[in-house]
């Protein structure tokens, strides 16, 4: 039979803590058990080895020459048990899959890169591997299934979609230095109609149209240029060729010489969504968590979008 068939684990732990502490009062303290109790499962200890690891006196505990030994190798044993497990558990533990997420140019600014570092710090075994998309695929990659979840600024019209908001921002019309409208305090919609307008390429959905205000309008929009990124567009606007609408964002971190951003006071905010379709629900749920969390406006369920202006 071999020689550790009959020690046990817990007697290990009780001896190392009375071998670290040098007092049964305080190991017992640190294993949340009686002294008496410690004492008695070292003794069972020395009795399965056939030697004595301690001297004890009513004022101290030594260790014996074999006990000195047995405390160097039982720690170093210990700690190698404890490796075995962890390297086990990692292996054993189903591997996260990485995450696809896609993302519209200027969609959630301040609200992205909080969201990657906030869940790369609490989910660090899973990889975010991410998309930018211009103003041609406001779905952010969703539409064809090439991500599991996008951050988007609604209206996308995809049917069916689970959103979570993540934040609003005021909508500013873009205006080149010198406009008429480029020194007022905010403008309104009426205002912005008769104006050459700068617009997103056609694409599937009701996108293009929410910033180009057509559910405002009686005839077709005076479209005179269109702009895939944010770079074309603002060249565009300082150039002279019109305006356009966009987020409050955009005011923040696109700010340059030759362009004005002044709010439309009768628009209602535009909205910064986290997105995903149903059947990813599982592969996407702690991004949801994160998201949910660090959103700056107070949340309701995940919302499914079930009309072509959701």
């Not at 058990?33 to 505990?61: C, D």
């Not at 074309?232 to 010489?257: D, F, K, N, Q």
Request: hydrophobic share 45%; aromatic share 6%; glycine share 6%.
């Amino acid at each position: 039979m071999s020689a550790i068939s009959n020690i046990t684990l817990r007697q290990i732990e009780a001896f190392l803590a009375v071998a670290q502490e040098r007092k049964f009062a305080a190991a017992a303290e640190r294993l949340h058990v009686s002294a008496p109790y410690l004492s008695q499962t070292i003794k069972q200890l020395e009795r399965a080895l056939g030697y004595t690891l301690l001297t004890r006196t009513t004022r101290s505990v030594e260790l014996t020459p074999a006990g000195g030994v047995f405390t160097g190798l039982a720690e170093r044993a210990l700690a190698d048990l404890e490796r075995a497990i962890q390297a086990a558990r990692t292996i054993a533990r189903p591997p996260r899959a990485n995450l696809r997420l896609g993302y519209t140019i200027g969609a959630g600014l301040d609200i992205v890169p909080t969201l990657l570092r906030t869940f790369a710090a609490e989910y660090p075994d899973c990889q975010v591997q991410t998309e930018e998309y211009d103003f041609s695929e406001p779905s952010g990659g969703l539409r064809d299934h090439h991500v599991q979840a996008a951050v988007v600024r609604p209206p996308i019209g995809l049917a069916g979609l689970l959103t979570v908001d993540l934040a609003r921002e005021a909508r500013v019309a873009c205006l080149p230095e010198g406009h008429d409208l480029a020194n007022r305090e905010s403008v309104s919609v009426a205002d912005l109609l008769p104006e050459p307008i700068i617009a997103a390429p056609p694409s599937l959905g009701p996108w293009r149209d929410y910033w180009i205000l057509t559910e405002y309008r009686s005839t077709p929009a005076p479209v005179v240029a269109e702009a895939a990124t944010f770079e074309t567009e603002l060249h565009l606007v300082a150039s002279g060729h019109g305006i356009s609408v966009t987020a409050m964002a955009a005011a923040r971190y696109y700010s340059r010489p030759g362009v004005v951003f002044v709010r439309i006071h009768d628009l209602e905010p535009c909205r910064v969504a986290l997105a995903w379709w149903p059947e990813d629900t599982a592969s996407v749920a702690d991004l949801v968590t994160v998201a949910t969390r660090i959103s700056s406006i107070p949340q309701d369920p995940p919302s499914a979008s079930t009309s072509p202006a959701s």
